[in-house]
């Protein structure tokens, strides 16, 4: 029940109540009155009768007092008067008249106990007041009662019963009663529309407020309370109004920047207020993540923060993340949070094809969640049960696509991804530049460990690699092998053909070197024509046969050059760690010498490196 019905119902109970009271004690007052009145009326016409009967006496006119009692029923609203002897009377003037006989009990007691009677009685519809009082003998005056009666004082002589007519006094009575209650009627219903009208503003103000409320907590802000008045319920209006507005403007604001921020407006059914909240938090958090991976080393730790928060922030657990390479391929980074996996999600073409990936080629989203089929080579069914959808994101990194992160999901589920989608693409929009930086960096510090000429790895990279390399051979109990090789005669190439044609030959060397070891050993630049080569997990005939294998490649290569092609050999040495020194930069020093003592003894050979030899070597000096 809302307040205007509460106080019109208030003021109408106060009325009612009002009223009953009101017509109540009017009728008591009039009840009162008229008995009161009644009672003086029936008292005085009963002494006028006592007087005129004393004057009747004395004047001898007794036996006309009949006529003076029917005079007497003329008096408006006297409807009988009748006078009745006493026993004692009787006893000494006679019976008296018919109509001087006791009639009732009530006369009866009159006469018997001298107390006078009153009461109201109903006479055909009429109400009357019938009084009877009783003529007590008394010796005071002059006549007085006892000169005639034969009596004692105090003696009951006779009464006198009068009636009245109550009907005027009535009509009066209920007029009176019906003009107070119309009176009241017509106040109270004042008083109900003027309280209405003071009391309905502020009714009709707070029922809207509260609807405003309701609405701005459902993030709602746009409803305003309507102005009535200029008094204060007019001000709490105006002043709720101001509030919604600015509470309106702010959030609209607010949820601009956010949308500008997350690339998504809230949409209209949303409660704007908690999905706002939501994406500032998200965008905190989004914040926060970046600050995580920006103090991560490697992009590996990048990429294995963001499988994490796939899989426990958003409980998905099937996804794909692939890296472009230099070359333009695709690599797989994880899949479902597997560093070991291929291609689970599509088809492993785009690995070779890039092109083949609908997000790498478009370089925009790829929303399988809407758009079935978008993707040819998504594989819906790759590890069987109910069908899958994809969404697909590509990172753009300096312009192009750096790496796509694919979330697959059930149909099922499919529309509660669409919901978290806004927010992954929050991270993900952040983890862009840091993954951008982290490649850059990673590139920087590659280039800086690479000799640019040939592509090899350089002197620096082995300064830095060395320690890893040297753990692990001791940890796996393995033999490491160091081939150094040195061009034979490599000066006369560039005083004969120039310095490009040096350069050339260098670079053939370097193709050779790779293409006759594992892509698990290390090729190095060591020095201008001097390359290093390390063979992990090797042993000393193994190593000298890879070295072999080299000698005679390089032998038969024909390099070619400006103006022709031309033929060169080389020399290698092989020491092996730990075999030869406990200590990788002394291992090495020995296939220094080996190579050394191979250059000495003729030149394109390999050497396997003796402890004489270094005997030899410092005997030397
Ligand atoms: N073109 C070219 N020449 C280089 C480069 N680095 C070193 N050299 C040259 O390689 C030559 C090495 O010559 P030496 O150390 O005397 O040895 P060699 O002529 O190969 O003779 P042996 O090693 O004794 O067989 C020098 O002339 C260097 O200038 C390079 O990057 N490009």
Not at 16 to 30: H, M, N, R
Not at 351 to 364: D, K, M, N, Q, V
Request: charged share 25%.
């Amino acid at each position: 029940m809302n307040l205007n019905r509460k106080v019109t119902l208030l003021f109408v109970a106060l009325a009612a109540s009002i009223l009953i009271a009101l017509v109540i004690i009017s009728l008591y007052a009039f009840r009162s009155f008229a008995l009161n009145s009644s009672t003086a009326h029936v008292k005085t016409a009963a002494e006028i009768v006592r007087v005129h009967l004393t004057e009747a006496m004395i004047n001898g006119t007794i036996n006309k007092r009949e006529q003076f009692l029917e005079r007497l029923m003329e008096v408006q609203g006297l409807s009988m008067a009748r006078v009745i002897r006493s026993p004692l009377v009787s006893q000494q003037f006679g019976e008296g008249l018919q109509r001087e006989m006791v009639a009732d009990r009530i006369e009866t007691q009159v006469l018997q106990d001298g107390q006078p009677r009153f009461s109201i009685i109903d006479e055909i519809g009429e109400p009357v007041f019938r009084g009877t009082i009783p003529y007590i003998a008394s010796s005071r005056g002059t006549p007085n009662c006892l000169q005639c009666h034969r009596v004692q004082e105090g003696d009951v002589l006779g009464a006198v019963t009068i009636e009245l007519l109550l009907s005027g006094l009535r009509k009066h009575a209920m007029t009176s009663v019906i003009g107070i209650m119309i009176t009241v009627a017509v106040f109270s219903l004042l008083a109900i529309t003027l309280a209405r009208r003071l009391v309905l503003p502020v009714g009709d103000t707070a029922t809207e407020i509260g609807e405003v409320v309701q609405r701005a907590l459902k993030g709602q802000f746009k409803a305003r309370v309507t102005q009535r008045t200029t008094d204060d319920v007019g001000m709490i209006a105006a002043h709720v109004n101001r509030l919604l507005e600015y509470l309106d403007h702010g959030l609209s604001s607010i949820v601009e920047r956010v949308a500008q921020l997350t690339g998504r407006m809230p949409s209209g059914i949303d409660n704007q207020l908690e999905t706002t909240i939501d994406m500032v938090n998200s965008l905190a958090d989004a914040a926060t993540f970046k600050i995580t991976i920006e103090e991560d080393e490697t992009k590996a730790e990048i990429y294995e923060r963001f499988g994490q928060l796939l899989t426990k922030r958003f409980g998905i657990c099937e996804y794909s993340l692939y890296e472009t390479r230099d070359t333009g391929h695709l690599q797989v980074i994880k899949i479902n949070g597997d560093e070991n996996q291929n291609c689970l999600w599509c088809n492993p073409q785009i690995l070779i094809r890039s092109e083949h990936c609908r997000a790498r080629r478009a370089g925009h989203v790829v929303d399988g969640l809407t758009q079935e089929h978008i993707c040819a080579a998504f594989v819906a069914d790759a590890q069987g049960g109910e069908v899958r959808q994809h969404y697909c994101v590509p990172i753009i990194q300096s312009g192009v696509v750096g790496a796509v992160v694919q979330l697959v999901t059930t149909q099922t589920i499919a529309p509660c991804l669409a919901l978290q989608v806004p927010y992954i693409l929050m991270f993900i929009r952040e983890m862009a530049p840091v993954l951008e930086a982290k490649r850059l960096t990673e590139t920087l510090r590659e280039s800086s460990l690479q000799d640019v000429m040939t592509g090899l790895h350089n002197r620096r990279f082995l300064e830095e690699y060395v320690e890893t390399l040297v753990a692990t051979a001791k940890r796996r109990h393995t033999v490491l092998a160091i081939l150094l090789l040195d061009l034979d005669y490599f000066k006369m190439v560039n005083d004969t053909h120039g310095h490009d044609a040096g350069d050339a030959v260098l670079k053939g060397v370097a193709e050779l070197l790779k293409q006759n070891v594992r892509s698990s050993d290390l090729v190095i630049r060591f020095g201008g024509e001097e390359f290093l080569i390390l063979l992990p997990d090797t042993n000393g005939e193994m190593a000298v046969k890879v070295a072999e294998k080299i000698r005679l490649a390089v032998e038969q290569y024909k390099f070619r050059i400006a103006g022709g092609e031309l033929k060169k050999t080389i020399s290698v040495g092989v020491a092996l760690f730990p075999e030869d020194s406990e200590t990788f930069w002394q291992t090495l020093k020995y296939a220094d010498v080996a190579l050394y003592r191979a250059k000495e003894t003729g030149r394109n050979r390999v050497l396997r490196f003796a402890p004489e030899m270094w005997h030899d070597e410092n005997d030397g000096y």
